[in-house]
């Protein structure tokens, strides 16, 4: 913190330790938040180098990723000083930009020509400090105002306001402007430093907000957001500079409107086209149907329609209990000292069709309370839609049958809240949808069938729970639940991943060996190939003893093949393979025999890093070099060769055997090339008769070998592509790919589509 004038002390002077508290928690997130982004900057710049076009732009961008890394740390140390600057002109009352703050300029300079770079900069920054405004617009709202109580009251400019994602940008453009690249690589670096830093920024504001709150700077702010009317940030002025901003006030959650269709607008909501055609398609499929009668005819007594105090009292009438949430078999205790009591499932289309007419009966006794036809149309739209939108959960090919039976029981809370706030259904940003996503998505991850109180099993039965006992009206239960299991789901990815990377580290260790000892073998075979067929004694010696010290040269150092022990360790080879034609009157002669002795402290020698590395059979060898080696001790040499003749199986690689594959296996490879680590797959156990889920966590180029891991990161498999080729054209395996997309974005497409083609189908009712 600078120094302060004693003479001088502004009002924001009293606030100095609580804005030196959120200077600091800024500072330390930021520097881990930035230092993340740099590690994936260089391998990032170098992929596009690796898909140039053309070798000049290439090397641009190899020039710029070693720019980027030659300069770290002085980029880091300019951004650092930058956000500091921020809380100090603040204190001080300064703006952050005082060169802006200057007698305004003539008309004429204002219309001045600007630099294309400096207009597409603006733009970027622009966008990206929006969208963290979209992201983050509760924590920020709050942040801004207890800031600007501190300023006196009088709103700041987002340039003004330290940390602000504004803020922030300028001060890593500033930063960055430090590296000498070009355009298209500053655009690659303000899209890194979006991706891994101003889409993380969340604990600064919550944890700024702590330190305002408990200085007592506004303990009882209400989120009374002022609505803005466009979903794109403001275009640069012909000046290149920002239009006027929208100053403290970040953008708001867009507000519902109790229409008939199931659309709303802003930027944060779904696509409003996908929903205006569900909510068409199922009100085309009711006037099919015979169970929802016609419109009353002209001049006939108006139906009342049920309000939505009847519709959810009724909802509320056939909610499952919490009791009922968990069936009543054997488990074992919880930490809660509760049972967790599952029953084994079988995951089959008798036990998904049992569910599906749960939910049926489920609407059914709500349309045995309120009569159809009293039902609003926007009502009855969201009514259907949700019993949809869990028949997809069932039909979901990745989620186990455990998390299908537990999320089921959503079904008549989900319908209840989605009645009090449609844009449960609508918006992607709603806490109740994003409980709903991240369910699916842990539940698909992280629930052991083997073991349900282990994994995050126990913690979605928690949820759904809690859901049952206790939501009423209050939509904040969904908030609170989804930052509780994402905090769960969190602790579970870290611990798992530690000991994932443990188990990559370790088969790496063992790929690399493996690899070694191939290339190793291979080359005994290389060398050995252009002579007659040496004697076996001879091939037992370099294809054991001597493939051991080819080894260890090729783990040592990855550029061997240029080193001169190499060269040396091959020289011995053939040397060893030139003196078995030596007739026997020239191995009595002494130059023969001081090469022999030569050769032999050589290999002793070489042989001295692996220590007394089967020392007999460099007596064996050399004695049959020498012609000293009797019948009776090359009869016993031979018989423990025959007793133990080697595996060529580590040289038949996936190459070779690509030749046996059928069409079906070369498509499933082909396919196998494209699937990422992190992919989970599920095999077959126990003979068919259960299912077990693996991840896909590591795969070796050189032996075409895939590593997997159990949901605790646990190496569960080390299989080659041949075999893994096999199983899943034989149906032993499956993979269980699960798109970006979030589960309630893809169910409604899927409803959608399934709408058109029932109604595309189905006759008028006659």
Aim: aromatic share 6%; glycine share 4%; net charge neutral.
């Amino acid at each position: 913190m600078e120094s302060l004038n004693s003479d001088i002390q502004p009002p924001s002077f009293k606030y100095q330790q609580v804005i030196g508290q959120c200077r600091d928690l800024a500072l330390i997130e930021l520097s881990a938040l930035l230092n993340e982004m740099y590690n994936h900057a260089e391998p990032a710049l170098l992929e596009f180098a690796d898909k140039a076009e053309s070798n000049a732009i290439r090397n641009v961008f190899i020039e710029a990723s070693q720019s980027v890394g030659k300069m770290r740390s002085l980029v880091e140390q300019t951004f650092q000083k930058e956000i500091s600057k921020g809380y100090a002109n603040f204190l001080h009352r300064r703006p952050s930009t005082p060169e802006e703050s200057s007698p305004k300029a003539s008309e004429h300079s204002q219309w001045s020509l600007i630099d294309k770079t400096d207009l597409e900069d603006g733009i970027a920054l622009q966008k990206i400090a929006y969208k963290t405004n979209n992201l983050y617009y509760k924590e920020i709202y709050a942040y801004t105002q207890r800031m600007t109580l501190i300023h006196g009251g009088k709103k700041l400019a987002d340039r003004d306001m330290p940390a602000n994602p504004v803020q922030i940008m300028n001060a890593f453009k500033t930063a960055i402007s430090k590296l000498e690249v070009d355009s298209r690589t500053t655009l690659i670096l303000y899209a890194l430093f979006e991706k891994f830093v101003m889409k993380n920024l969340e604990g600064i504001y919550n944890g700024c907000n702590e330190y305002l709150i408990q200085a007592g700077i506004f303990p009882n702010l209400k989120p009374i957001i002022n609505h803005p009317t466009a979903s794109e940030p403001p275009s640069p002025s012909r000046s290149g500079k920002p239009a006027p901003e929208n100053r403290g006030v970040p953008p708001a959650q867009p507000a519902m409107d109790d229409k008939e269709n199931l659309t709303a607008s802003g930027p944060e909501t779904l696509s409003s086209e996908i929903l205006n055609t569900i909510s068409s398609l199922l009100i085309s499929r009711r006037e099919k149907t015979s169970d929802y009668p016609a419109a009353p005819p002209p001049g006939a007594a108006p139906i009342n329609m049920a309000s939505k105090a009847t519709l959810l009292q009724q909802i509320s009438s056939i909610q499952p209990s919490a009791s009922k949430a968990t069936p009543d078999t054997e488990g074992s205790p919880t930490g809660r000292g509760r049972q967790v009591t599952i029953p084994t499932l079988q995951v089959d289309q008798v036990f998904i069709e049992d569910l599906r007419n749960t939910l049926t009966e489920e609407r059914n006794k709500l349309f045995e309370g309120v009569d159809r036809r009293r039902i609003p149309t926007a009502d009855m739209n969201t009514i259907e839609l949700v019993g949809m939108l869990f028949e997809q959960v069932l039909d979901d090919p990745v989620l186990p049958n455990a998390a299908k039976t537990l999320l089921c029981h959503l079904h008549t809370p989900y319908l209840k809240a989605a009645i009090l706030d449609a844009s449960i259904l609508t918006s992607e940003r709603h806490p109740a949808q994003q409980l709903l996503n991240l369910m699916i998505r842990v539940g698909s991850q992280w629930i052991d069938e083997t073991d349900f109180n282990v994994g995050i099993y126990p913690h979605l039965q928690e949820v759904v729970d809690t859901i049952l006992a206790d939501f009423e009206e209050n939509l904040q239960i969904f908030e609170e639940l989804y930052k509780e299991l994402q905090r769960h789901a969190t602790r579970l990815e870290q611990r798992s991943a530690a000991i994932e990377k443990r188990a990559q580290e370790a088969a790496r260790g063992r790929d690399k060996f493996e690899s070694a000892r191939v290339q190793a073998k291979q080359t005994i075979r290389d060398r050995t190939a252009a002579h007659q067929q040496p004697p076996g004694i001879v091939l037992q010696f370099l294809k054991h003893t001597w493939t051991d010290k080819l080894i260890l040269i090729i783990l040592r150092d990855p550029n061997y093949k240029d080193s001169e022990i190499w060269r040396e360790t091959l020289q011995i080879i053939d040397e060893i393979l030139e003196l078995i034609n030596t007739d026997a009157a020239e191995k009595e002669e002494i130059p023969f025999r001081k090469r022999l002795g030569s050769l032999r402290n050589r290999i002793e020698q070489s042989l001295s890093t692996l220590g007394n590395h089967r020392a007999g059979e460099i007596d064996i060898l050399f004695k049959l070099l020498s012609g000293k080696l009797t019948k009776a001790e090359e009869q016993q040499a031979t018989a423990a060769i025959t007793a133990a003749p080697e595996s060529t199986k580590e040289s038949l690689g996936i190459d070779s055997q690509i030749l046996t594959f059928t069409d079906q296996e070369l498509e499933m490879l082909q396919k196998l090339e494209t699937i990422k680590c992190g992919t989970w797959f599920e095999y077959l156990t126990k003979g068919r008769k259960g299912k077990r889920r693996i991840k896909l966590s590591w795969y070796s180029p050189a032996t075409k070998k895939y590593m997997f891991v159990d949901h605790n990161g646990i190496q569960a498999m080390v299989i080659s592509a041949h075999n893994l080729v096999r199983d899943l054209c034989e149906g032993r395996a499956r993979i269980l790919g699960r798109t970006q997309i979030p589960f309630v974005s893809q169910a409604y497409r899927a409803i959608k589509d399934k709408l058109q083609q029932t109604l595309s189908t189905q006759p008028a009712p006659g």
